[in-house]
């Protein structure tokens, strides 16, 4: 039998059953998380400053050679080419360029067979939850009709336990929630938590008054996937992460990257300590257009390349990312709307891992131009073969500004668009930019959940009722398919 | 019509292209043209970027590029100016707050101050309210900014103006808190003198702050 036969069925073998891929390991090529960690103390020296121009300057390069070009008109590219040129230059713009790890001041470098084997070898599903709620949270593609992954609510700071945990509870009790993102608390007992001590203390509570509330709404099973939101550090985030705190391996745990393709050790630690416990790593991502990645194009880049970094490094199971501007700050604009379909598609098309997208908006609840935002980034995000994050209202800056309602409004539009093409989304996408692109830069701060809840109950008040059923009338009316409450 | 050594600097600037306006300022001395002039030549060069920046025609490391040739263009040029001529139009410290490694907020900031004209003292990420005292101190700034990205590491920010007024510094020097999560209402809250929502924002409220000091 021909060698390249062997290795093709050895891989195959390897593929079905996971825990031989240690020992077959030599088999398989991919760059283990121990070589990962070797090649940060090892790789080529440089400063941070020098990689960062290195990356601008090969981001200009790859973007002309494969003429990725934005386009202000059309936001939900139907082409195909580009999706693909755009995955193109990201393998070659990450082959050259790599991870750049700051406590070594170390390039972490793979060669582009490594990146390409380590893509026909990811995991296209991963599972979360328990009992009733373990599911497969499975990779998309563009124009699926697949229903994406709901992961609803957000990190937004919470000012009381009360509240905490009347969010979480009604995240629980949206039929459509696969996993549940919890706030973040901002005191303990009175004093603002700002200290990675603090932090625990904190995140101990968090996330027991979070577990609390999922089994008051019927489904202690779900899964928190943004841990731990209420720890800074990853110091305190470590510390917490442990069955004895409540906390179970199939949840999911957010690593960040910054700007650009820069890791930590402290992240790589919890990498670390996450992979030896088997448990769910995710990869954060905040790609910036007007930063160190320039434009669009450039950030849709570099987009699919922090996507190759999750895989290589920090060994993710599922990825999280945003795109926004340094102008608006908010994925909304029509540069963020480009740069996160086209990273959507490339990445869909050609990675195939589940993917989270988390768009922000610059308005804030309780306003007619949330929903306007919100329907728009689901439509590139649905269409685009991304699953999503729920509504951000107030860029995520403000404290209790976030409603339950319009997070079930964001599940309800990402399962009616599923399957909408991407030619229609890009309509649908125009006409509701023209609706609120104007006020981007000085948007409605909308109001807190005091404002529009009974704390004590759970439950929105009549304004509030009357207010939603008017808007979501109108976003039925564009086109989107919703039933109504 | 301004001499062909300043135009060549100012094109060589528009580059990004240090060595050469290294160059060009060492020749520019050579032929005799004044000190100040070469100054304002850096200086409007400087100030067409940062606006080009803020309009998203150049990108952060075209800004950065930029703001290091033109620091070493100034390091040549103002020696040979008395102390009392050099136009400088106040000094800021930046830095993020104690607990946040997010800094491209920061270096934005910082890119758009060199480019108005500021002398801007970067003492980097997660640094203690300790390190903002003695940088402000050492190098005897205007202003101290700060920012941080997460909700979590804001409260570092009233820490650091409650160590200045702790440390009987706080009428010295004026503090500016800027970051995603961070409101205009929360820097009044914390005390803070002024507050950026964007980068050039920040940038004209230094300019504010400055102004009413002197």
Redesign the interface.
């Known amino acids: 039998m021909p060698l390249e036969q062997v290795l093709n069925t050895v891989r195959q073998q390897i593929q079905n059953d996971d825990s031989s891929v240690q020992v077959w390991g030599l088999f398989v090529n991919s760059v283990s998380f121990l070589e990962v960690l070797n090649r940060s103390l090892t790789g080529p020296v440089s400063s941070e400053r020098e990689f960062d121009y290195k990356v601008a300057a090969k981001l200009r390069e790859v973007v002309k050679k494969y003429s990725i070009k934005y386009d202000s008109e059309t936001l939900v590219p139907s082409d195909d080419s580009l999706a693909d040129n755009l995955f193109k230059a990201a393998v070659e713009f990450y082959a050259d360029v790599g991870t750049y790890c700051m406590d070594t001041e170390r390039i972490i470098r793979f060669s582009e067979d490594e990146i390409k084997d380590a893509i026909r070898n990811v995991r296209h599903e991963v599972l979360f939850g328990e009992g009733n709620e373990e599911k497969a949270f499975c990779a998309r593609k563009p124009e699926s009709s697949d229903l994406p992954w709901c992961h609803v609510g957000a990190g937004i700071g919470a000012t009381s336990e009360e509240i905490l945990s009347k969010l979480v509870e009604a995240y629980a009790s949206i039929p459509e929630t696969n996993s549940v993102s919890v706030a973040t608390l901002m005191d303990v007992d009175g004093i603002p938590i700002r200290t990675p001590p603090l932090e625990v203390y904190g995140s101990v509570r968090m996330i027991a008054l979070a577990h609390e509330a999922m089994r008051r709404a019927g489904r202690p099973g779900l899964p928190i996937l943004n841990l731990v939101s209420t720890a800074a550090s990853q110091i305190a985030g470590i510390a917490v992460s442990t069955p004895q705190f409540q906390i179970r391996p199939t949840d999911g745990w957010l690593v960040p990257t910054f700007p650009d393709l820069k890791v930590y050790n402290d992240g790589l630690t919890k990498v670390a300590y996450l992979l030896n416990w088997g448990a769910n790593v995710g990869s954060e991502y905040t790609p910036l257009i007007g930063g160190y990645s320039g434009g669009p194009e450039g950030t849709a880049v570099v987009t699919v390349a922090y996507s190759l970094n999750a895989i290589m490094v920090l060994k993710a199971k599922y990825h999280l990312y945003f795109v926004s501007n340094i102008v608006d700050g908010c994925s909304s604009s029509r540069d963020a709307l480009w740069a996160t379909a086209t990273s959507g598609q490339a990445i869909s098309r050609n990675v195939q891992v589940p993917i989270i997208y988390l768009a922000y908006q610059a308005a804030g609840p309780a306003t007619e131009m949330l929903f306007y935002e919100e329907t728009a980034a689901l439509l590139a995000e649905v269409a685009s073969g991304l699953s999503i994050e729920t509504a951000h209202p107030a860029k995520a800056a403000l404290s209790d500004h976030i409603l339950p309602l319009e997070s079930q409004f964001s599940c309800k539009v990402a399962h009616a668009i599923a399957g909408t093409n991407r030619h229609d989304a890009n309509q649908l996408v125009k006409t509701l930019l023209s609706k609120y692109e104007r006020n981007l830069r000085n948007p409605p701060k909308g109001k807190r959940y005091q404002e529009c809840y009974d704390v004590r109950t759970g439950k929105p008040n009549q304004e509030y009722l009357d207010f939603y059923r008017r808007i979501t009338k109108e976003i039925v009316d564009l086109g989107v398919d919703l039933e109504l409450v | 019509m301004l001499p062909s050594t300043l135009i060549k600097i100012r094109e060589d600037l528009n580059n990004f292209n240090q060595n050469a306006v290294m160059a060009d300022v060492e020749k520019a001395l050579g032929e005799g043209i004044c000190p100040l002039d070469i100054i304002n030549i850096l200086s409007d060069t400087m100030r067409e970027i940062g606006e080009k920046?803020?309009g998203?025609e150049l990108?952060?490391?075209?800004l950065?590029?930029a703001g290091e040739a033109m620091k070493a263009a100034l390091n040549i040029v103002l020696p040979k100016i008395d102390k009392a001529d050099i136009p400088v139009k106040g000094k800021v410290v930046l830095g993020t707050v104690?607990?946040?490694?997010?800094d491209?907020g920061k270096n934005?900031v910082g890119a758009l101050l060199t480019a108005s004209g500021f002398e801007v003292v970067d003492i980097g990420k997660d640094v203690p309210a300790t390190k903002f005292v003695e940088a402000a101190e050492t190098v005897k700034a205007d202003v101290v900014g700060t920012s941080a990205l997460?909700?979590?590491?804001?409260?570092?920010m009233?820490?650091l103006v409650d160590y200045f007024k702790a440390k009987g510094l706080r009428e010295k020097y004026r503090i500016i808190v800027g970051g995603?999560?961070?409101?205009k209402s929360y820097a009044e809250e914390i005390g803070a003198d002024g507050y950026g929502q964007?980068?050039v924002e920040a940038v004209e409220v230094v300019k504010n702050l400055i102004e009413r000091k002197q």
């Open positions: 920046f803020a998203l990108f952060l490391t075209d950065m590029m104690k607990g946040d490694i997010h491209i934005i997460m909700t979590t590491t804001m409260p570092a009233k820490d995603g999560p961070v409101t964007s980068a």
